[in-house]
Nanobody, 117 residues
Framework: QLQASGGGLVQAGGSLRLSCAAS????????MGWHRQAPGKQRELVAS???????NYADSVKGRFTISRDNAKNTVYLQMNSLKPEDTAVYYC?????????????WGQGTLVTVSS
């Protein structure tokens, strides 16, 4: 239900843009976000954005990454600039929504970002 794209191999200092589109069958999306998981490490939040465009970033990416969304298209983007080797990871998009009694979180399939030094 979530289709992510845009990963790849880039040199340190380069840029990539990730996209993630949620299918039309998902209703009431409140928060869209990106997490990442590097080899041997736990999955961590990279950035999130609310329906009203409030954003939240991990300290490690502040000033380098920008999250945005198109509510009409149910799509979230992650613009990644000044990439570092430590940004290498599988990036997963997620959407959160639903009600207080029936919340949901859906995950995308993951897209690999590799930053070479």
């Amino acid at each position: 239900q979530l289709q992510a794209s845009g990963g790849g191999l880039v040199q340190a200092g380069g840029s990539l843009r990730l996209s993630c589109a949620a299918s039309g069958s998902i209703f009431g999306i409140a928060v869209m976000g990106w997490h990442r998981q590097a080899p041997g490490k736990q999955r961590e939040l990279v950035a999130s954005i609310t329906y009203g465009y409030s954003t939240n970033y991990a300290d490690s990416v502040k000033g380098r990454f920008t999250i945005s969304r198109d509510n009409a298209k149910n799509t979230v983007y992650l613009q990644m600039n000044s990439l570092k080797p430590e940004d290498t990871a599988v990036y997963y998009c997620n959407v959160d929504g639903g009600s207080q009694y029936a919340p949901y979180r859906y995950w995308g399939q993951g897209t690999l970002v590799t930053v070479s030094s």
